[in-house]
């Protein structure tokens, strides 16, 4: 009987999406709407998204410009941004926000580099618990002899391998983004 891994590549692909909005949303000083754009404003009663409310464009480097569809929205989107925990003052210029983003310090810099690797050793912690329910589970199997002791050493050996490649492609997502921010 062979093993599914489906429930593990499920959980894979959760862990990495999750690792991956995580640090996207970390300021590097470059300007992007994801640092924005899941910023909850009351909108007529409603706690909506800024990315529904309104277009998140890049005007340059350092310039996040949000221009809403509905001109009403704008006090609102102001006030969640100042409420936010991004740290950048909105500009309100007649029909737009823009939001200028300072220049990172050093320490700065050392700070989300800090921020980075914690998120990645909590994706790792996930990845350690899924590896070890599936390792339990195959255990189980080969003590209910569902499969043979060689199939369970074959399993844990390909069960390994992808927690490796999951490992891998984890470090690369935190290293890019370590470079974002040095840059």
């Not at 910023?39 to 949000?66: E, L």
């Not at 580099?113 to 990845?127: A, D, F, G, P």
């Amino acid at each position: 009987m062979s093993y599914d891994f489906s429930f593990f590549t499920k959980e894979s692909q959760k862990i990495k999406e999750w690792l991956g909005q995580e640090v996207s949303g970390l300021r590097t000083g470059r300007a992007s709407p994801q640092l924005i754009e899941n910023i909850k404003a009351d909108y007529y009663g409603t706690a909506t998204s800024i990315k529904h409310m309104a277009a998140i464009s890049i005007q340059d480097a350092r310039t996040i410009v949000i221009q809403p569809w509905d001109k009403g929205a704008l006090p609102a989107i102001e006030k969640a941004i100042n409420q936010s925990d991004v740290g950048i003052q909105p500009i309100v210029d007649k029909d737009i926000i823009r939001l200028t983003l300072p220049e990172l310090t050093g320490e700065r810099r050392e700070q989300l580099k800090k921020v980075v690797r914690e998120k990645l050793e909590e994706s790792k912690v996930t990845l350690r618990k899924l590896r070890h329910g599936i390792l339990s589970d195959i255990e189980k199997r080969e003590g209910e002899k569902e499969i043979s002791e060689d199939e369970k050493f074959r399993l844990k050996e390909d069960l390994q391998k992808q927690i490796d490649g999951l490992g891998r492609e984890l470090d690369g997502i935190t290293e890019r983004k370590v470079k974002e921010i040095e840059s």
